[in-house]
């Protein structure tokens, strides 16, 4: 049974740090690329950031570039989102993914930890 999940959310002011962790079991880890997503109250879930199996590619919507960074331990079946300078605007709900051998595709998803920026 393949289960992600994430820890790390909280609630925090503006200007903040947090990091995300996305444990994954179940499956063989390093077949898998990895994604974050966000859903805020009443939008769609939209796009965080995504990293490719190895590592070696790292993917991010533009609202969120060089504030936050993906990263994954393979050897710990775990991915990151280190997120800094946060905003009101990163409040949402944030879920990992696993595609297999994918960046745009995901099979499986986690139930999601809660961001909450304070201004």
């Known amino acids: 049974q393949v289960q992600l999940v994430e820890s790390g959310g909280g609630l925090v002011q503006t200007g903040d740090s947090l990091s995300l962790s996305c444990a994954a079991s179940?499956?063989?880890?390093?077949?898998?690329?990895m994604g974050w997503f966000r859903q805020a109250p009443g939008k769609e879930r939209a796009f965080v950031a995504a990293?490719?199996?190895?590592?070696?590619?790292?993917y991010y919507t533009d609202s969120v570039k060089g504030r936050f960074t993906i990263s994954r331990d393979n050897a710990k079946n775990t991915v990151y989102l280190q997120m800094n300078s946060l905003k009101p605007e990163d409040t949402a709900v944030y879920y990992c993914?696993?595609?297999?051998?994918?960046?745009?595709?995901?099979?499986?998803w986690g139930q999601g930890t809660q961001v909450t920026v304070s201004s």
């Open positions: 993914a696993a595609g297999h051998y994918s960046v745009q595709e995901y099979n499986f």
């Open positions: 179940g499956l063989p880890f390093s077949s898998y690329g």
């Open positions: 990293i490719n199996w190895n590592g070696g590619n790292t």
